[in-house]
């Protein structure tokens, strides 16, 4: 069992993960992990590099398929189902790496990110909210995505991902190679976004950011989890700002 | 002049049939990063049904639009099935395999339907022979389209040279024009392949699908990620370029009246070179090297010699190649690691 | 390297032996050439797209250019007493030796001159710029004219200079180049299979050896490592298309004509089926599959006379393609060997 900080507060789940294993070959990467987000919950999976973190998110998104262990979507079974029917399950993934479409415009892949909706109406509202969070993106709409700065494609990575109106997102490493400046915008349109009830299930190597933005937080390590707790009991844990907070 | 202008018509003809085929190629490898070797012959299919079905119709119905019309759609109906075939039991298995794997099996489905098509296999069904297979042999395609001159110009001929003219001889007005012809199948056939080409440029960058299919063209993994079923996109992309090589099959068959079971591997090698000429995987490249390739063609055949016709395709690739190795129109890519 | 030359005496001895044991069968001969150039073609081929993880599809084009060289060389030594007072057989295989030697080599120079723009590029160039290779030569020979007795006789007159040009510029066009020398014993064939495994084996024991199994397996990691890796391919395809062209001027020595259509692409393909069945990457994997194929219409020819094999065997080595991709893509062998079958089996990577 792995050690709990902090008492959670108990909501009704949305995301339950138990026991999920995955394997690479001969490597396992994944070693039964367990973990559970909460409707409203901010959730943050923290741990050293190849500690599991992309993995756990793939599973959970159809991009890999569990060889044990279950994934729970509102109630529903999803385990092993494929990536694209998820989206309409309402959860959405911005995968490790950004993952824009470089050749096609900013507007075009905003516009992929609602490739299941057909109400225009409603695209054309949440196209706004989208720009109404990142303006630079509005002003971008007609250039070529793989045109933009790194901070700009992880804003339209996000973007994009919420244009499919989930209940879910999946962020993987939105800080990554970032200057601190981006960053703080990008974890203040989280917290906003969060607010206006998605819930979130973030993984990043910015532990202290991580962190400060989670209700709950799981410690990953080598393909399972040693340790749970708030986000603030976490921060405040000798052994979390030894291995992660490099202090 | 006049035989330059002749030339530059044909190859237009013909560059707009390398086209259609070109398309097929590119968007093929677009989705797949496949070079599907079968597509020519697919082509070649698409050429004999539309031959089967202008039989079935018979005489009565040649010549008419509705017949012209019944002849398309049947081909471009069992090619786009014949694509969706390939793809669901031959390629998309192979999908996370090596990519060697696939183009092994691409030329295998090339090499059995081209070689698969020389067999005569004609059994008897109810006490009639029923052509299942239609042997080696080349085929008269029927007239579909009754030829008849849509336009002719009569363009200044060439002065002749001081000794050649005969002073005593009486001047002929009509040796001072040289007639150029140019036939209504020529005509329709231009604007049935350009009307194909604008319909798909119209699919890829005007529509929702388009979209997916660039997507699911550049990562096919986080196109998945946004809820496009990727399997589907792939399979219509390969409906789609089988019907459009239908249409070339049938428009190169109205083109040369002969069809045999290799004019696929020649034809859809030549297509493919366009395709790599202008870029491959880019849609607008795939048309321009077409045309380039058939006008360079057609210049070789009438300023040096028409059996070197054949090789000016893969000269004009390899110069292209060590040139500028990304095609007319494309873009380098970074190499992913 | 003494070791090698003594290796390679006796193997010719023991060719030669066979070629004067078996001379009186006249088929067993000529289904002995025709399977030892089969196997000539794949293990070759093989080098380039097992060993090397390249994909060329124009094998037939470097065997073309092997045989319409070696022969016009034959055909030119032949008129002369190369050894005087040897025995016609052993002046005829010194004859054939030298046709195979410039056969190969302009082959190979060939492969070096397509292969140096090509490889440079990585993915499936190489397939398109070597099938294209192939369809040029084929445009080439026919763009050639045909041989008249009559003006041959002028030519040969004027000298071996002029009779070289003539010859060269005269190979057949489409329907075919004839009276050629039949100086091909299946002994000489089967000492070039063996000198053929011979070469892939030593250079796969050697550094050079390890380069192509690292461009085959991650040619940027390999480039990352140091390794030049074009160099390497182009290396590894020259002698690739060396030996094509050594199997062309065999093959041309025991036909009555050769056209280009023997060695277009339908030629190329089938090699590629020898490699693939095999599996890609195991020369004993090529040389089986090599023999088995070539040897299966004879046997389907026996087991259902006058059935068309010729007819049948195109599609069905279409359709095997196919069907080994979809049921078995590592083919018979995978990369194993043959002689490594004793040996301890390495653990996977």
């Not at chain 1, 500690?51 to 385990?79: E, N």
């Not at chain 1, 190597?205 to 962190?211: D, E, G, K, V």
């Not at chain 3, 041959?152 to 003539?166: D, M």
């Not at chain 3, 599609?315 to 194993?336: A, K």
Request: aromatic fraction near 8%; charged fraction near 15%; glycine fraction near 12%.
């Amino acid at each position: 069992m792995p050690e709990t900080l902090g008492t959670r507060e108990v909501k009704p789940p949305l995301l339950g993960v138990s026991g999920v294993e995955v394997r690479y070959g001969a490597i396992q990467a994944l070693r039964g992990v367990s973990l559970s987000v909460g409707q409203g919950d901010v959730v943050a999976l923290i741990g050293a590099n190849g500690a599991g973190k992309t993995s756990t998110l793939r599973a959970v998104s159809g991009m890999l398929k569990p060889t044990a262990g279950t994934v729970q979507l509102a109630g529903q079974d999803i385990t092993g189902q494929p990536a694209h029917t998820l989206v309409g399950k309402g959860m959405a993934h911005a995968p490790e790496g950004r993952g824009i479409f470089p050749n096609l415009t900013v507007l075009e892949n905003l516009e992929l990110g609602a490739y299941l909706r057909s109400d225009k109406a409603g695209i054309a509202q949440d196209l706004e909210r989208m720009y109404g969070f990142f303006p630079v993106l509005r002003e971008r709409q007609a250039q070529l995505a793989g045109t933009l700065s790194g901070g700009e494609q992880q804003m339209l990575a996000i973007s994009r991902a919420l244009m499919s109106r989930p209940k879910l997102l999946l962020l993987d490493e939105p800080s990554l190679g970032l200057a601190p400046q981006v960053t703080q915008t990008i974890f203040r349109i989280l917290r906003e976004v969060n607010a206006q009830g998605v819930s979130i299930l973030l993984v990043e190597q910015n532990a202290h950011l991580a962190l400060g933005l989670a209700h709950w937080a799981y410690v990953l390590e080598t393909g399972a989890i040693v340790m749970e707790g708030t986000g603030q009991a976490l921060l405040a844990s000798d052994d979390v700002r030894k291995a992660y907070l490099g202090e | 002049m006049a035989g330059l202008l002749q030339h530059l018509i044909n190859g237009l003809a013909e560059g707009t049939i390398y086209a259609l085929v070109a398309l097929g190629y590119t968007m093929v490898y677009g989705v797949l990063k496949l070079i599907n070797f079968a597509h020519g012959d697919v082509m070649m299919v698409g050429a004999y049904v539309g031959y089967a079905a202008a039989f079935v119709l018979g005489d009565g119905a040649l010549g008419s639009l509705w017949g012209a019309v019944l002849v398309f759609l049947v081909s471009i109906l069992f090619c786009g099935l014949l694509g969706w075939l390939v793809e669901r039991f031959a390629y998309r298995p192979l999908r996370e395999k090596p990519r060697l794997t696939a183009l092994i099996t691409a030329i295998g489905i090339s090499f059995t339907l081209s070689y698969g098509f020389q067999l005569k296999v004609q059994p008897e069904i109810a006490g009639k022979k029923v052509t299942l297979l239609p042997g080696a042999d080349p085929r008269t395609f029927p007239e579909i389209i009754t030829p008849a001159e849509w336009v002719t110009l009569h363009v200044p001929a060439p002065a002749p040279a001081p000794d050649e003219v005969d002073p005593a001889a009486p001047h002929d007005a009509a040796d001072d024009f040289v007639e150029i012809i140019i036939w209504n199948w020529q005509v329709i056939s231009f604007v049935i392949a350009l009307a194909l080409m604008g319909g798909l440029q119209v699919l890829v960058f005007r529509t929702k699908f388009g979209r997916a299919m660039r997507a699911v063209s550049h990562d096919h993994r986080v196109a998945a990620l946004l809820g496009i079923p990727v399997d589907r996109v792939i399979a219509l992309t390969f409906m789609l370029g089988s019907a459009l090589a239908a249409c070339a099959g049938i428009l190169y068959a109205i083109k040369d009246t002969l069809i045999q079971p290799m004019l696929g591997v020649q034809l859809g090698l030549k297509a493919f070179v366009a395709a790599v000429i202008g870029g491959i995987g880019n849609v607008q490249g795939a048309v321009l090297g077409a045309v380039a390739l058939a006008l360079c063609e057609e210049l070789v055949v009438g300023y040096a010699s028409s059996s070197w016709r054949d090789a000016v395709a893969f000269g004009f690739l390899i110069v292209v190649l060590l040139l500028r190795p990304q095609g007319l129109l494309g873009r380098v890519q970074a190499e992913k690691v | 390297m003494l070791r090698t030359t003594s290796t390679l005496v006796v193997a010719g001895a023991a060719c030669a032996l066979a070629s004067w044991l078996f001379a009186s069968s006249q088929f067993f001969a000529l289904q002995a050439s025709l399977v030892g150039v089969a196997v000539i073609l794949a293990v070759s081929l093989n080098l380039i797209n097992g060993i090397t993880g390249q994909f060329s599809i124009g094998h037939g084009g470097f065997m073309g250019v092997g045989a319409y060289v070696g022969v016009v060389t034959s055909s030119l030594l032949t008129q002369f007493q190369l050894l005087p007072g040897a025995p016609q057989v052993v002046s005829d295989q010194l004859v054939l030796l030298i046709a195979l030697a410039t056969g190969g080599l302009a082959a190979g120079t060939m492969g070096f001159l397509v292969g140096l723009p090509s490889l440079r590029l990585k993915g499936d160039y190489l397939a398109i710029v070597t099938l294209g290779f192939g369809e040029i030569i084929r445009v080439a020979i026919q763009n050639t004219k045909e041989i008249a007795s009559d003006e041959l006789k002028l030519v040969q007159a004027q000298g071996i200079g002029a009779e070289l040009a003539y010859r060269v510029t005269h190979l057949g066009r489409a329907t075919g180049l004839s009276q050629i020398p039949q100086l091909t014993s299946f002994g000489m064939v089967w000492f070039w299979v063996f000198v053929v495994v011979m070469v892939t084996r030593r250079i796969l024991g050697s550094p050079h050896g390890r380069a192509l199994l690292a461009i085959r397996e991650d040619e940027v990691a390999a480039e990352a490592m140091g390794v030049d890796t074009t160099g390497y391919k182009v290396r590894a395809f020259a002698v690739a298309s060396f030996f094509a062209g050594v199997a062309g001027a065999l093959f041309a020595h025991f036909q009555a004509i050769i056209t280009p259509a023997q060695f277009d692409f339908v030629k190329s393909t089938e090699i590629v089926v020898f490699i693939v069945a095999g599996g890609l990457g195991s020369t004993s994997g090529a040389v089986v599959s090599a023999m088995a194929l070539t040897l299966l219409p004879e046997v389907m020819r026996s087991l259902f006379g006058g059935f068309n094999v010729e007819q049948i065997r195109k599609p069905l080595f279409g359709l095997l393609l196919v069907v080994i991709m979809l049921t078995r893509p590592q083919g018979l062998f995978g990369t194993h060997e043959l002689w490594d079958l004793g040996k301890r089996k390495k653990r996977p990577a």
